[in-house]
């Protein structure tokens, strides 16, 4: 079965450091991944996507993502963290229509 | 420009009550979805729809029941509710095709007792 797979539950990061959230897909074709944040008791919001083209991809509020063919991942990274940057964080595919969305990685940014 | 508004935001229901979660959007999107989140799981697409009168299952439909006669609103129908519809439910809309970005709803709190 398609899917995506975020290995790591939560991810702690002292404020300045680099943070990196993961993501590993098993999709058939080319596929269409995302991300999206959710930050406490509300909705989520986009912050980036992979369709085609360029392998680095540049989102909302200096996060990145690279998409890695050969190890089938699309790693969120963002240079330094933000106390604010801590939420969870989702990974999803497209599938037909419809996102499908991983199980999700808390991103904890300590002073 | 209100975006997706949601209503209500919290609720609890004894079992087998029915109710309807309410969804509407201004952005003029055709595509509208509907989401559970249970700890843990991600996000659960119920139900979704592609434009007006055009609905269609996702991967957790059973125990629900959703319409849409016009492009603004898509409400959710719980017939009678379960214990293990307790949940917290988003939905969301886009333009176009699927590969759009998502905008989401602030989300209805709902217990079954």
């Known amino acids: 079965a398609q899917s995506v797979a975020q290995p790591e539950d939560q991810v702690n990061v002292a404020e300045g450091n680099p943070l990196t959230v993961k993501c590993t897909y098993s999709v058939s074709g080319n596929p269409y991944l995302f991300w999206y944040v959710q930050y406490p008791n509300r909705g989520l919001q986009f912050l980036l996507k992979?369709?085609?083209?360029?392998?680095l991809v540049k989102g909302s509020y200096g996060f990145e993502a690279e998409f890695n063919k050969s190890q089938t991942s699309f790693h969120l990274k963002k240079p330094s963290a933000l106390v604010s940057d801590s939420a969870l964080y989702f990974c999803a595919f497209l599938y037909g229509n419809k996102l499908v969305f991983g199980a999700g990685t808390i991103l904890r940014v300590k002073s | 420009n209100a975006g997706v508004t949601q209503t209500p935001k919290f609720r609890i229901l004894k079992i087998g009550q029915s109710m309807t979660l309410q969804c509407t959007q201004d952005m003029n999107h055709n595509y509208m979805y509907w989401y559970r989140q249970d700890p843990g799981m991600g996000l659960k697409l119920i139900y979704y729809?592609?434009?007006?009168?055009?609905?269609d299952k996702g991967e957790v439909p059973n125990g629900y029941n959703v319409s849409r006669s016009t492009t603004e609103d898509f409400p959710l129908r719980l017939e009678l509710a379960a214990p293990s519809q307790t949940s917290v439910y988003f939905c969301a809309s886009s333009r176009g095709t699927g590969y759009n970005e998502q905008f989401f709803g602030p989300g209805t709190r709902l217990t079954v007792l």
């Open positions: 992979y369709i085609t083209g360029d392998n």
């Open positions: 729809s592609v434009g007006a009168g055009i609905t």
